[in-house]
Structures are given as C-alpha cells and as structure tokens.
C-alpha cells in the first residue's frame, strides 16, 4: 500500500470530493490529487488544516507526515463535523496580490456559534484576505490570515479597513480627527510614510479588519 492510499479510502467513506479537500486545506485540487498517488507529503502549513478537515490526530498525522512514524493517523473524534455540521459555514478565501475581491481563491470554514459568541458578523459578510508585503509588520506579516467585515464601507472609528486602489487591495490603520475631520492613514511599519485625508467622510473602503491568524511555518 502506498504511503496515501488509507487517505484516499477515508475520504471516500466520509464522501468528501478532491476539490473540498482542496478548499478546506486552501491548496490547489492537482496538489490534492498528488498527495493521494503518494508523489508529495502535506506541507508543514497545511498539517493543521488538514488535521482538523479530515477530523485526525494532529499529533500522530504530524509524525506520520514527516516520516517520524508508519502509524496510520487515528480519528480524533466521534464523527466527521467539519461538512456534515449545520453550525459550520464557509467563506471565501481572497489572495491579495493575485485575486480581486470578488474572485474567491478558495473556501474557509466557519463555526456560526463561535461568531455568536464573539459578536461578530454573519459569516455572509465575511471575507478572509491572505496578506501580502511588510507594510503592516509587525501586526500584519506577509501570508498572515486576516479576517475582513465587509459590511463597514465608511470609517467611524480608529481601526484597519480595507482599500482597494485600482486593482489593488490595500489594508492600512486609519486614525480619525473627530475635530476637523481629518483622517491619518498609517503602514504600522514606519518604514512608510502616513497620508493625511483632509475628510475622512470621503474615504470609503471594502471592510475592517476584525481579526488576524499568525501563519508561522
């Protein structure tokens, strides 16, 4: 038996299709099917997703990817939760550098209670931006997850929005003048110069940021 082939069997008794499993692990569906042939292991980046896609053991699915162990990753739970869950919802995956917003580069699964719990926005209004550069470091990493509520079109408060110019999107840390309507737009790395908007009730943006996910590989 090849090292994948007990992968394969499992999504196929949990009916989970290549281009979910491409989806849920933000992966190319080639790269998928490469995998299940045995011609490549999981990256160190997708470990984590993967474990928690195909609801195994993150511990022993690290070791057996790695070579450390030929011990067949166990189940980690009772049942397969992360499609059959009517809690679970998913939404899209923007690649900022290559993408426009409206172009979703892949899914990311959501827990509905836990934005409940938190008092964020429904899901619907949620989009996931993979970043791009250092102008937000050390906040904001280059292939940080960052979290967008695309309801916000307006700044009414000091925070991180998001802006499109042109064909590009933009995040950057906006301070408001509640005095004289100015507004400061700020790269918390101070290696780039702020701008000043002498009336910030004309800056309009595609959301603010509501959360940032560290990517450390």
Avoid at 72 to 99: E, F, L, R, W, Y
Wanted: glycine share 4%.
């Amino acid at each position: 038996m090849k090292k994948w082939d007990w992968l394969r069997d499992h999504m196929h008794e949990h009916n989970i299709s290549q281009q979910q499993a491409a989806d849920a692990l933000l992966w190319k569906k080639p790269r998928i099917s490469e995998l299940l042939c045995s011609k490549r292991d999981l990256p160190v980046s997708k470990v984590f997703l993967a474990a928690k896609f195909f609801n195994l053991d993150l511990e022993e699915l690290t070791k057996y990817n790695s070579g450390f162990s030929d011990k067949i990753p166990q189940i980690a739970g009772k049942s397969m939760v992360a499609h059959t869950d009517k809690n679970i919802v998913c939404v899209d995956v923007i690649d900022a550098q290559h993408n426009s917003f409206f172009s979703p580069l892949a899914k990311w699964p959501l827990d509905i209670k836990l934005l409940k719990n938190l008092g964020l926005p429904s899901a619907n209004n949620i989009k996931i931006i993979i970043a791009h550069g250092d102008a937000m470091s050390p906040t904001i990493n280059d292939r940080d997850i960052v979290a967008i509520d695309t309801t916000v079109h307006l700044p009414q408060h000091d925070g991180m929005y998001l802006f499109k110019v042109k064909d590009e999107l933009f995040i950057k840390r906006i301070c408001l003048n509640q005095f004289d309507g100015t507004a400061d737009i700020i790269s918390d790395n101070h290696l780039y110069p702020k701008i000043t908007v002498t009336n910030f009730n004309k800056i309009t943006c595609l959301g603010k940021v509501i959360a940032v996910s560290k990517l450390y590989i």
